[in-house]
């Protein structure tokens, strides 16, 4: 993701790009006819992406390729991100698939058939998820006659806004990314992430901690905007008690300059949460907005916003509030 990507996006992305997160989550979500056929060890992240250049910013698709069980044929698994309940998941999921298709036939030209697809949306918003759980509930009318004729499929949704913090499965990594998800939006963000330092405690290898910690402090001041240089400082020095992984990380970043990058992350995190407050609007008063109009959104600098946020109160259509 760039420059302009969601804090989301991008834990979401450095989070499950990790092998171990994403076969320890899998196993935990998938049902279990399904995880008998599948070759866990076998899991390795696509290299390519569905989504085309100029719409990676409005999109977080991550791709892995799996084997089945004693046979040597692939199922690829794409994983979908949300932190807002999208309306068009099932059309994007819909333009995932048949480009994979398409970018199989280059690679197989001799193959007849293509291998299977099995989507997966991770939601945790601050809302329910309304979006329609399956492709053929976008299509209005659909009389029965041409039920045949239009693509019936529907998507797998791991809804981490929904479960208790009890509920949420997985090895102390995996249920620490997924509690950090959920809890960005949590009206405690510094008790939160106390909870979350405590996690990476437990994480062994001192490596993996260290990279985990600063993406998970970069998240918390992005993407909550309550986060604060001073609290993460403060937070650190009370929770590292001696214990070498927070002490490696404050010898290493705080003493380096993590000011500098807190700050960068407070400006992005204000503009983000000025086009996601933007975006929701448009929602509520002309209905989802396309992808031209979201991604125009997001790559949007704080002045424009502001001066959007101020006329959707009076506009009467997207055009004039966005020319």
Same mark, same amino acid.
């Given at each position: 993701?760039?420059?302009?990507?969601?804090p989301?996006?991008?834990?979401?992305?450095?989070?499950? %790009?990790?092998? +171990?997160?994403?076969?320890?989550? $899998?196993?935990?979500?998938?049902?279990? !006819?399904?995880?008998?056929?599948? #070759?866990?060890?076998?899991?390795?992240?696509?290299?390519?992406?569905?989504?085309?250049?100029?719409?990676?910013?409005?999109?977080?698709?991550?791709?892995?390729r799996?084997?089945?069980?004693?046979?040597?044929l692939?199922?690829?698994l794409?994983?979908?991100?949300?932190?807002?309940?999208?309306?068009?998941?099932?059309?994007?999921l819909?333009r995932?698939?048949?480009?994979?298709?398409?970018?199989?036939?280059?690679?197989?030209?001799?193959a007849?058939?293509?291998?299977?697809?099995?989507?997966?949306?991770?939601?945790?918003?601050?809302?329910p998820?309304r979006?329609?759980?399956?492709?053929?509930?976008?299509?209005?009318?659909?009389?029965d006659s041409?039920?045949?004729?239009?693509?019936?499929?529907?998507?797998r949704?791991?809804?981490?806004?929904?479960? %208790?913090?009890? +509920?949420?499965?997985?090895?102390? $990594?995996t249920?620490?990314?997924?509690? !950090?998800?959920r809890?960005?939006? #949590?009206?405690q963000?510094?008790?939160?992430?106390?909870?979350l330092?405590?996690?990476?405690?437990?994480?062994?290898?001192?490596?993996t901690?260290?990279?985990?910690?600063?993406?998970?402090?970069?998240?918390?001041?992005?993407?909550?905007?309550?986060?604060?240089?001073?609290?993460?400082?403060?937070?650190?020095?009370?929770?590292?008690?001696?214990e070498?992984?927070?002490?490696?990380?404050?010898?290493?970043?705080?003493?380096?300059?993590?000011?500098?990058?807190?700050?960068?992350?407070l400006?992005?995190?204000?503009?983000?949460?000025e086009?996601?407050?933007?975006?929701?609007?448009?929602e509520?008063?002309?209905?989802?907005?396309?992808?031209?109009?979201?991604?125009?959104?997001?790559?949007?600098?704080?002045?424009?916003?502001?001066?959007?946020?101020?006329?959707?109160?009076?506009?009467?259509?997207?055009?004039?509030?966005?020319?």
């Open positions: 993701m760039d420059s302009i990507a969601s989301h996006d991008t834990f979401f992305r450095e989070s499950f %790009t990790r092998p +171990e997160v994403a076969r320890d989550f $899998l196993r935990c979500q998938l049902l279990a !006819a399904l995880l008998a056929q599948l #070759d866990l060890t076998t899991l390795m992240i696509s290299k390519d992406t569905y989504v085309a250049s100029d719409l990676r910013t409005a999109y977080s698709d991550l791709v892995y799996v084997g089945y069980r004693g046979e040597a692939n199922v690829y794409l994983f979908e991100h949300k932190s807002w309940a999208e309306h068009w998941t099932a059309l994007q819909l995932y698939i048949a480009a994979e298709g398409e970018q199989y036939r280059e690679q197989h030209p001799k007849r058939h293509l291998p299977p697809v099995f989507p997966l949306v991770i939601y945790h918003g601050d809302r998820w979006a329609p759980a399956a492709f053929q509930d976008l299509v209005k009318p659909l009389p041409l039920a045949p004729f239009v693509p019936s499929f529907g998507y949704l791991v809804d981490l806004s929904g479960p %208790t913090d009890a +509920e949420i499965k997985g090895r102390v $990594l249920r620490l990314v997924q509690l !950090a998800m809890w960005v939006f #949590d009206a963000p510094v008790e939160r992430l106390r909870e330092l405590a996690l990476i405690e437990q994480i062994e290898d001192r490596d901690a260290v990279q985990v910690l600063e993406s998970l402090l970069r998240y918390f001041v992005q993407g909550t905007q309550r986060v604060d240089e001073p609290t993460v400082r403060t937070l650190l020095q009370q929770t590292s008690t001696g070498p992984i927070m002490q490696t990380f404050i010898d290493r970043y705080i003493e380096q300059g993590i000011n500098q990058g807190i700050s960068q992350g400006d992005q995190g204000q503009r983000l949460g086009a996601t407050a933007l975006l929701r609007l448009i509520r008063k002309f209905g989802p907005p396309s992808d031209s109009v979201r991604e125009r959104v997001l790559a949007a600098d704080s002045d424009t916003l502001l001066e959007w946020l101020d006329r959707i109160l009076v506009a009467e259509s997207l055009d004039a509030l966005l020319h």
